[in-house]
Nanobody
Framework: QVHLVESGGGSVQSGGSLRLSCAASEYTGNGYCMGWFRQAPVKEREGLAVTATDGMIRYADSVKGRFTISQDNAKNTLYLQMNSLKPEDTAMYYC???????????????????WGQGTQVTVSS
């Protein structure tokens, strides 16, 4: 079982940036999808960005152009660079992984079965 630990959350003003990290307990390789998700209070968890080691990347429309997902395979670490943050980006951010079943990795959080504990991001206006 893969264990995931997120870090890098915090409080930032609107327009600011943060970089989240997600350390995996083992190398997941191209047989896995990895992604970032978030959940705001009283809202459903939503997928933000997913990737695989062969370069497959998908973004949700809500973050396209502002957030960038990347991974360092040598460090078994997934990143999410978040720029131009808005108050509506305030949420708990999670990373997750699942075995890959096709070239496209899904954005729906229900498709992922290994999750980290989350890191809080708060954006003030």
């Amino acid at each position: 079982q893969v264990h995931l630990v997120e870090s890098g959350g915090g409080s930032v003003q609107s327009g600011g940036s943060l970089r989240l990290s997600c350390a995996a307990s083992e190398y997941t390789g191209n047989g896995y999808c990895m992604g970032w998700f978030r959940q705001a209070p009283v809202k459903e968890r939503e997928g933000l960005a997913v990737t695989a080691t062969d370069g497959m990347i998908r973004y949700a429309d809500s973050v396209k152009g502002r957030f960038t997902i990347s991974q360092d395979n040598a460090k078994n670490t997934l990143y999410l660079q978040m720029n131009s943050l808005k108050p509506e980006d305030t949420a708990m951010y999670y990373c997750a992984t699942r075995r890959r079943s096709g070239w496209w990795c899904p954005l729906h959080p229900g498709e992922y079965n290994y999750w980290g504990q989350g890191t809080q991001v708060t954006v003030s206006s």
